[in-house]
């Protein structure tokens, strides 16, 4: 793609600015570090552009709040206070979604699991979000916790100018097929092979 220039251009009868203007579904995969990390920096990117958009944790504790939750959080704030950039929602599982009304428990994840889909299906259908960053949520099809069939039947055919990006290890060959875009991230070194722990600022 040099220049910025595609390599190809199909037939397909659009405009190179409705071609442009395809909403994606991009999936971050592979055993190297960076995948959520890639997909929270597009997450600010897509503010900084007025959209809305919601994080939806599917793995990491309810419990446990991440460096980028802070940023985007603040920077939703930001929007209704001044309305620069755009409105912000972040979730995640572990102790009840945040819409839930229900305590939650951090023993039943499938169920957490499953329930948080059936929200992000039902956002979808409503074109609530733009961008829409489903954090580790290989996981889940990959624990058989969520239906693969149904998630991506209900990506291939969401309404509207919706983008979704995917983080997590071992994505599915089914959602890798309908993904417009698909990043590896492939593992060559980490401090952690030398018995280094994680680090503020680099891991949180």
């Known amino acids: 793609m040099p220049k910025g220039q595609p390599v190809a251009v199909p037939d397909d009868g659009l405009t190179t600015r409705q071609r442009r203007n395809r909403p994606l579904l991009m999936v971050h995969t592979g055993d190297g570090k960076g995948k959520s990390t890639a997909a929270f920096g597009l997450a600010i990117r897509s503010w900084n552009q007025g959209w809305n958009v919601g994080v939806f944790q599917f793995v ?3 419990k446990w709040r991440i460096g980028e939750q802070t940023v985007l959080e603040r920077l939703g704030e930001l929007h209704a206070e001044t309305g620069e950039g755009g409105p912000v929602e972040w979730h995640k599982m572990g102790s009840g979604w945040s819409w839930s009304r229900k305590e939650g428990s951090d023993e039943d994840h499938a169920a957490d699991a499953a329930e948080g889909w059936a929200e992000v299906k039902r956002r979808i259908a409503a074109e609530t979000h733009d961008l829409y960053v489903l954090d580790e949520f290989t996981y889940p099809m990959k624990w058989g916790w969520v239906d693969v069939d ?3 039947e209900t990506l291939a055919n969401r309404p509207g100018r919706q983008y979704v990006v995917i983080t997590g290890r071992g994505a599915d060959p089914k959602l890798v097929e309908i993904a417009d875009l698909v990043t590896e ?6 401090p952690f092979d030398n018995g280094q722990k994680g680090q503020r600022g680099i891991e949180w």
């Open 185 to 190: 991230m492939k593992h060559v070194k980490h």
């Open 60 to 62: 990491k504790s309810a």
């Open 150 to 152: 149904d998630v991506v």
